[in-house]
């Protein structure tokens, strides 16, 4: 099974939600649902970035790496580096959880948010 790393984006709260899952589609659909939680508050989340990885706990260390930036502005530059590369890179497995190797397929950015 393949688990998914992602980064959201909601125009009208203007942030960024990060988190992982093994059904992307599915998992969207739950976070545009009005519910309680950060992202239930609104309905305009996009898919902006994603990153496939080949275990859970992979991409749990992941995620976990990407919010413990707590900033912005390198999640911004996660997501230009894709955008300005292409869709699939493993070059970037270098800079994933403490730099080891971990098997990085299909890494790209799905839309371009308009309001940063």
């Given amino acids: 099974m393949a688990f998914i790393v992602y980064i959201l984006f909601s125009e009208s709260k203007n942030k960024y939600y990060i988190g992982f899952t093994s059904n ?12 309680k939680g950060f992202t239930g508050n609104v309905n ?3 898919v902006v970035y994603t990153e496939n990885y080949e275990t859970k706990e ?7 790496q990407i919010k413990s930036w ?3 502005t ?3 530059e996660l997501i230009s580096k894709i ?10 497995s270098s800079e994933v959880v403490g730099g080891s190797n971990l098997p990085m ?5 799905l839309s371009s948010p308009t309001n940063f």
């Fill in 70 to 72: 707590k900033s912005r």
């Fill in 83 to 92: 955008s300005s590369a292409g869709s699939e890179h493993s070059d970037f």
């Fill in 44 to 46: 305009d989340w996009k």
């Fill in 24 to 35: 992307l589609e599915e998992r969207i659909i739950r976070h545009n649902q009005k519910s």
């Fill in 58 to 64: 992979l991409a749990h260390r992941r995620e976990l």
């Fill in 105 to 109: 397929k299909n890494r790209n950015r």
């Fill in 74 to 76: 390198k999640i911004k």
